[in-house]
Structures are given as structure tokens and as C-alpha cells.
């Protein structure tokens, strides 16, 4: 069911008694009469006059003191709850991690970076599948070598994902037949 449109003031509401509220003038605007306060229904407790103590007793300077003790019980308060929470955190309380069962740690000197690089590289060479596949992209050999995404080959299009070695933090979709697997031992000697 559509909504009712309005309807206009018409003569009827322009012969109407301007005086009442909510009435209409001639030209169609309404006009109301002022607005007049009226006591309200519940009880209201008026402030008491100046010099006269108030009903509950207190006075502005007993209010203030009152307030003023108040505020130093929360700060104590507070701090004495900062202090609790400080003190749980304490060296003394925390527990004692065991160490890891069965590490050795080195008696001699910590070895350089190198030597533990090359122990890395010799340990990696050594294991099956712990090597990334490889690929030089025809166009791009001089980008250095790429690093082919595992499981991103697309037969549909016939696509991989690749990352470059140097710089692995954004891949790109490459032709399949654009990758040309290389050996380790040919990109090491690209990269030195």
C-alpha cells in the first residue's frame, strides 16, 4: 500500500484562529505561540538558600576535605598495586629454563662467519632435495640465477613461478620454456 501524500493547507486552514497553537497564517506557515514552564509532577529538592547547611550535612570545606582524602587513598592505592604487579616480574620469582638436552656448547674460540658458511654449504651440498631447483631465464642470464617455486607449475598456460636468488621477496610468473635448469656448480661460478 503506497503512503498517503500530504495534503496542502487550504482555505479552511488559512480562515483558521491564528492565536491557537499550531495554527495556520495566510500565507500557509505555522506559527505557534511561545512555550510556558510548568511545575513538574515528582518532587524537586531546591539548593539550599546561601549560609544554610545542605541536607546531607556537609559542608563545602568538610566536601573538600573529604575529596582531598580520597585522592590520596586511590594513590596509595595505585601504588601499592604497581608494586605487586613489579614485583611478580622479579629475577628471584621467574623459573629456571633447563637447557636444551643434549647441545655442546664450543670450548675454544667462536669460529668466523666463513668457516660456518662453508659448513652450511657442505651440509646442504650433501643432502638430497635440501637445494632449491635453479634456472638462468633465457633474456635474463645476466640477472643472475632463479630460484623455480615449488608446486607453482601451471600446466594450463604452461607457467612457473620464480624468485631471483638475489633478491627472493617478489615472485613472477615466467613461460616454462623460458627457464633453462642450470647446475649448482654452473651458477656458483656465475655468483663468485
Known amino acids: 500500500r503506497a503512503p498517503r501524500p500530504r495534503r496542502r493547507p487550504g482555505r479552511a486552514a488559512a480562515a483558521m484562529n491564528v492565536d491557537t497553537p499550531g495554527s495556520y497564517t ?9 512555550l510556558e514552564a510548568k511545575k513538574p509532577d515528582w518532587q524537586y529538592r531546591a539548593p539550599p538558600p546561601p549560609g544554610q547547611q545542605p541536607l546531607d550535612g556537609l559542608t563545602k570545606a568538610n566536601r573538600e576535605a573529604m575529596a582531598i582524602r580520597r585522592a590520596a587513598v586511590a594513590r596509595e592505592s595505585l601504588l601499592l598495586q604497581r608494586e605487586r604487579q613489579l614485583g611478580q616480574h622479579d629475577l628471584e620469582e621467574a623459573e629456571v629454563r633447563q637447557p636444551v638436552p643434549g647441545l655442546i656448547l664450543p670450548q675454544g674460540p667462536p669460529r668466523s662467519l666463513q668457516d660456518l658458511r662453508a659448513q652450511l654449504k657442505q651440509v646442504v651440498a650433501n643432502t ?4 632449491p631447483r635453479m634456472a638462468l ?3 635474463r642470464e645476466n640477472e643472475g640465477p ?10 594450463q598456460v604452461d607457467s612457473v613461478e620464480v624468485m631471483r636468488a638475489a633478491d627472493p621477496k617478489q615472485p613472477l610468473t615466467v613461460q616454462f620454456k623460458l627457464c633453462r635448469h642450470a647446475k649448482n656448480a654452473e651458477i656458483g661460478t656465475q655468483q663468485e
Open 146 to 155: 632463479y630460484i623455480l617455486c615449488p608446486d607453482s607449475y601451471d600446466s
Open 26 to 34: 495566510a500565507a500557509g506557515a505555522v506559527q505557534y505561540c511561545p
Open 137 to 139: 631465464l633465457h633474456g
Open 128 to 131: 638430497p632435495g635440501a637445494q
